[in-house]
């Protein structure tokens, strides 16, 4: 699956962006997403992951209350709402798609675990 991220921006701290992620060229239900970021000169951070059929959702204590991941499959897309937004939240946000079950993304948190990826999504969080 080929996937397309968008949604990224400036925004000053305590507010809020949606990243969005369109998926073609696969069967996109199939699929367990997650978004990840990457700040400057930080490795690349697992922030939420969706089951394929977004009953189960799963974000890391640092983004947990403030981001939300959610997909709509019939328009083969999955977001991620930001609120609360931190200067530490400013990265390169990724999201990416995996065929591998659910629990096993849960249990790993990897990147090398997902085969799809978008190209990327800078978010800036600055006064």
């Known amino acids: 699956v080929q996937l397309q991220a968008s949604g990224g921006g400036l925004v000053q701290p305590g507010g809020s962006l949606r990243l969005s992620c369109t998926g073609s060229g696969g069967t996109f239900r199939n699929y367990v997403m997650g978004w990840f970021r990457r700040a400057p000169g930080k490795e690349r951070e697992f922030v939420a992951a969706i089951s394929w059929s977004g009953d189960s959702t799963y974000g890391p204590d640092s983004v947990k209350g403030r981001f939300t991941i959610s997909r709509d499959n019939a328009k083969n897309t999955v977001y991620l709402q930001m609120n609360s937004l931190k200067s530490e939240d400013t990265a390169v946000y990724y999201c990416?798609?995996?065929?591998?079950?659910?629990?096993?993304?849960?249990?790993?948190?990897?990147?090398?675990?997902?085969?799809?990826w978008g190209q990327g999504t800078q978010v800036t969080v600055s006064s």
């Open positions: 990416a798609a995996t065929l591998k079950p659910y629990t096993t993304v849960l249990a790993t948190r990897r990147d090398s675990d997902f085969g799809s």
